[in-house]
């Protein structure tokens, strides 16, 4: 080997070298596959305790291979659709537009073309990415996407006094395909309900007999009741059935690189069973019948969240994987109306899990505001100037920041 071919071969192999440190420097790249996961009222305290008797083990894993932190909602408390519009858009209810389930002057149902802001599925989308968007709340007419979505108006059945309205799905002709994944009330069998509820332990109307005539009258309401709570039930579960099947059908055979998907049965049942768990803590009677029956509702939910958690990430593959919730849940306390906004907590959940983020790390609480910034530049996307929230930037390997910088535009709206 003369001298300017050794010279050469060094040369190569220090470029060599040279790319491969920089390949390692660089750390992760941005984009790839994402996967998130919207759990309405998701809560640390009632997961906590979950986690460790070991019946969360899918988010458990996420918790442990990922960043997790507590997700301060929005104050004054709002409606859910207002806050996940926010984790949607990274901009507060002003922005956005939608403060409410209705408006409340015209009574009307706020819908998708009400939302002021750009979410940010439309921006990656627009970047190249393809999306699929599932259940999102008040996602409903379905948006033109680089991709494909299913609204949330899907999952209700439709009914001679009504019909279901069009552009439940974008592209609309993806309606057909997906239709047959609907599951309805109807179909959820008395196995179904087993799993979280026990009807055995009611108790008799000769038992109620025995008690003072004031608990009598309470249980025997409790016991009268017990047929509606269970049809509540089930139409909870058809819901999130619904939107899994159709997830999970999408992914399979119209894979996208971000996949989205809301799920609302945990908030549901937790207005609807909390006081059967907490008899002692919510400021009203609850009888004994509704304690015994009910009692394990909400926490047996959590484990089927769990399980859906699960099926979703199996089908999803490799990638990122975000878990996120609007607020916490503390139920009715004594000197406060029972349900709606009064029952929701101030903290939700954000977990993190990928190769762009730290492995097992608890850090400081952030905001719903965030979670669309922090989406944006795990795509090594900019966020916008005119978004209120901020990129959890110590939620990131460093090495990812490193190459791919926090970066801002002035806005991503449409202004023309």
Not at 367 to 393: F, H, K, N, W, Y
Request: glycine letters at 8%.
């Amino acid at each position: 080997m003369n001298l300017h071919q050794r010279h050469v071969r060094l040369l190569a192999a220090a470029l060599i070298a040279g790319v491969v440190a920089g390949c390692s420097e660089r750390g992760p790249e941005a984009g790839g596959r994402i996967l998130v996961v919207g759990i309405d009222s998701a809560d640390w305290d009632v997961i906590g305790p979950l986690m460790e008797e070991g019946r969360l083990p899918n988010l458990a894993t996420l918790v442990e291979s990922g960043v997790s932190c507590d997700l301060h909602s929005l104050e004054p408390k709002q409606k859910s659709p207002t806050i996940w519009a926010t984790i949607a858009t990274g901009k507060l209810p002003e922005k956005h537009g939608i403060t409410d389930f209705m408006d409340p002057q015209t009574k009307k149902i706020l819908t998708s073309n009400v939302r002021t802001a750009r979410t940010f599925w439309d921006i990656i989308g627009e970047s190249g990415m393809t999306v699929t968007v599932v259940g999102w709340l008040v996602s409903w007419p379905a948006e033109v996407v680089n991709g494909y979505m299913v609204t949330d108006y899907f999952r209700y059945s439709p009914r001679p006094d009504r019909p279901l309205p069009e552009h439940l799905t974008y592209p609309d002709d993806l309606r057909d395909e997906v239709e047959p994944l609907r599951v309805v009330s109807d179909g959820i069998t008395e196995e179904d309900l087993d799993r979280f509820i026990d009807l055995d332990a009611a108790m008799t109307a000769d038992e109620a007999q025995q008690l003072p005539v004031e608990q009598m009258f309470l249980e025997m309401r409790g016991m009268s009741e017990l047929e509606q709570r269970a049809s509540a039930l089930s139409d909870i579960l058809a819901g999130d059935r619904t939107f899994l099947a159709v997830t999970r059908h999408l992914m399979r055979n119209r894979p996208t690189d971000v996949s989205i998907v809301y799920l609302r049965g945990v908030d549901t049942a937790s207005h609807k069973f909390w006081a059967a768990a907490h008899p002692g803590e919510v400021g009203f009677p609850v009888s004994q019948t509704e304690s015994r029956v009910f009692g394990a509702t909400v926490a047996r939910y959590y484990e089927y969240a769990d399980e859906m958690l699960g099926l979703l990430v199996d089908e999803f593959g490799d990638g990122t994987v975000i878990v996120c919730s609007d607020h916490g849940f503390e139920g009715p306390k004594p000197g406060q109306l029972p349900g709606g906004i009064n029952d929701h907590g101030p903290i939700g959940i954000l977990v993190m899990s990928g190769d762009a983020f730290r492995d097992g790390v608890r850090i400081e609480e952030r905001s719903v505001r965030d979670v669309t910034p922090t989406i944006l530049a795990l795509c090594g996307l900019p966020v916008g100037d005119d978004m209120d929230g901020s990129v959890i930037e110590d939620a990131f390997e460093p090495a990812f920041l490193r190459s791919h910088p926090a970066r801002r535009v002035p806005t991503y709206e449409h202004t023309e």
